[in-house]
């Protein structure tokens, strides 16, 4: 099992694009979810999914907006994209509860 | 919503001696407790969790102690080894996956 994987891994954008990161996992998971980390701030929940075809607005969800087409994927896409926005985005998944199985990180600078 | 503080933001230990992070949590519904490691480069990972109707949870050298009362929850790292440098975050939720992070720990042991 390859787990939990995102696309791409380092994107740098100007102000004003738009971009889709991608993550997928192959472990069934009902559960998906994006975050993103800054320094000294922890992981902020920005979108989830408690299953296919469903979203919900986490703690920082302005900007930001997400599909779950396939219970596999969780796409997070930036449609006008921010300095504000430079972070590192991880995407997780789980069961229903409990552990929640993170992937790789994309590196994302906005300029 | 929940809010949950980590103290200390940095922590330096020598090998073989004991680490102790401690995170306060504000909602008192609040009744699952992960914590995760994240090593440099990589997605975070759970390392140990504990419920509310738990006072205490050991796991080889980590343990993971829950006071309900003052709404604390500490991560105990014993005979601590080189291997155990990385970031620590803790967590809090209601709902067992609408996970509210801790801004981390950064340990260094020292050789």
């Known amino acids: 099992n390859a787990g939990v994987t995102q696309t791409p891994k380092f994107r740098v954008l100007k102000t004003g694009q738009s971009m889709t990161l991608l993550c997928a996992q192959d472990m069934n998971h009902e559960y998906m979810y994006w975050y993103r980390q800054d320094p000294g701030m922890g992981l902020r929940l920005i979108h989830y999914?408690?299953?296919?075809?469903?979203?919900a607005k986490g703690e920082v969800p302005d900007g930001y907006n997400v599909s779950r087409l396939k219970k596999q994927n969780f796409l997070l896409g930036l449609e006008s994209a921010a300095p504000s926005q430079t972070s590192v985005y991880f995407c997780a998944s789980s069961y229903t509860s409990n552990e929640q199985y993170f992937g790789p990180g994309t590196r994302l600078t906005v300029t | 919503g929940e809010n949950v503080e980590q103290h200390p933001s940095t922590l330096s230990v020598q090998e073989g001696d004991s680490a102790v992070i401690k995170c306060t949590y504000s909602d008192s519904a609040s009744n699952y407790f992960p914590w995760y490691k994240q090593e440099l480069g990589k997605g975070p990972q759970l390392i140990i969790d504990i419920r509310s109707n738990v006072g205490e949870k050991k796991d080889q050298r980590i343990a993971v102690t829950l006071n309900k009362t003052a709404k604390h929850f500490s991560l105990h790292i014993t005979e601590t080894q080189p291997e155990d440098s990385a970031v620590y975050f803790c967590?809090?939720?209601?709902?067992?996956?609408?996970?509210?992070f801790g801004a981390g720990t950064t340990v260094t042991v020292r050789a």
């Open positions: 999914s408690v299953g296919e075809g469903t979203t």
């Open positions: 967590a809090a939720t209601i709902n067992d996956y609408k996970l509210s």
